[in-house]
């Protein structure tokens, strides 16, 4: 937690980075300059933003701050969720285990499997033609 009574962390998630500011405040998301239902269209990647505070049992009482580069939209919702883990359990460490238990502190490590030579993806091959 910092002078201005706010605290930082960086989420991240497949190939999207968040920088995440945590304030005491009336709830209100802002991602990229732009409000979380103007960012996140989709409900199911606003659901996944507000995880953190459900879990935590904080939901409306912080405001917060996110900037996102990289990935498409829902490895950047996965960030933001990420980050705001991270910044909470820093600002109350009282919570922290509450969202330890909940795994919301660990970095999702899945990412997209290389496509391999020989093949049409990752794993998936040609069509095999007998004759």
Known sequence: MDAQGRA???????DAV?????????GKIIV????QE???ARPTLRL???QTFQVA???????VIATVKGGGLSGQAGAVKHGIAQ????YEPALRAAVKAAGFLTRDSR?????KYGRAKARRSFQFSKR
């Open 87 to 90: 910044a909470l359990s820093k």
């Open 57 to 63: 049992g904080r939901e409306g009482q912080y405001d």
């Open 32 to 35: 990229n300059g732009r409000d």
């Open 111 to 115: 990412v997209v499997e290389r496509k």
């Open 8 to 14: 930082y962390a960086t989420g991240r998630r497949k």
């Open 18 to 26: 968040a920088r995440v500011w945590v304030k005491p405040g009336s």
């Open 48 to 50: 996944v933003i507000n």
């Open 38 to 40: 103007v960012y996140f």
